[in-house]
């Protein structure tokens, strides 16, 4: 606002025109006076800016604590009672004073050493194993020999022949000393139908039994149903 009555005793502050001087009076009528600062502008609103790519990820903090151990949890039902387990076997020897075995016959153990099985059963009197239950029977046998004579055989050999038809040898090229051997074969028997076992000269000659205490042995027993 430009005034005509600058020349007044009552102290201004003017601005000239054109200059950055302030006076208290003008006396060029070409200033003007000042007037009171005004109220603040409202803020401006400025177009968003794009967003910036994102910042490295930051170090891994510190392990927390361990949380303290749960409570136990109450005990189980107790279960049912388990089946009963025993060996089912048997074991038989020859202890007596037979010399040979002539080719196909049975060795005939003349003594039970053990009978643990209600559904197996030894005849002495022709070396067979009575099995009147089904399952799976592990064999193991072994016969001190000495020597064989006739027929034209070399090697020592025997088999456990079963009436369901398994024959499952044993061979040694020694003629006098121990062999041994086993068999594990699967059944399907009951009291009606039994299968019967027996351990056989399976040479075209006659074994010699060795001059010891026990001259066989052999030992059955059931491994699972």
Excluded at 74 to 91: C, F, H, K, P, Y
Excluded at 93 to 105: D, I, K, N, P, R
Excluded at 207 to 216: N, Q, R, S, W
Aim: overall charge neutral.
């Amino acid at each position: 606002m430009k005034t005509n009555n600058c020349c007044c005793n009552i102290p201004q502050r003017y601005g000239c025109r054109g200059t950055s001087r302030w006076i208290d009076h003008c006396h060029c009528h070409h200033c003007y006076l000042r007037g009171a600062t005004g109220a603040t502008g409202a803020t401006g609103i400025g177009t968003t800016g794009s967003t910036g790519s994102t910042g490295f990820t930051g170090a891994t903090g510190a392990t927390g604590i361990a949380g303290s151990t749960g409570l136990t949890g109450s005990t189980g039902a107790t279960g049912a009672t388990g089946g009963i387990t025993q060996l089912r076997g048997i074991e038989v020897q020859l202890q007596g004073e037979a010399l040979t075995v002539a080719s196909g016959a049975p060795v005939l153990f003349d003594t039970a050493i053990t009978n643990q099985s209600l559904f197996m059963s030894y005849n002495a009197g022709t070396g067979l194993i009575t099995i009147t239950q089904s399952g799976v029977f592990y064999i193991d046998w072994w016969v001190s020999t000495d020597g064989i004579a006739g027929g034209e055989d070399v090697f020592i050999t025997f088999s456990v022949i079963t009436s369901a038809g398994d024959n499952i040898k044993a061979s040694s090229p020694v003629g006098t000393g121990q062999i041994s051997g086993n068999a594990l074969i699967a059944i399907t028997a009951s009291p009606i139908t039994p299968v019967t076992l027996q351990l056989v000269n399976a040479t075209d000659g006659t074994i010699g039994y060795g001059f010891t205490l026990i001259k066989a042995n052999l030992t059955i027993f059931n491994v699972a149903f």
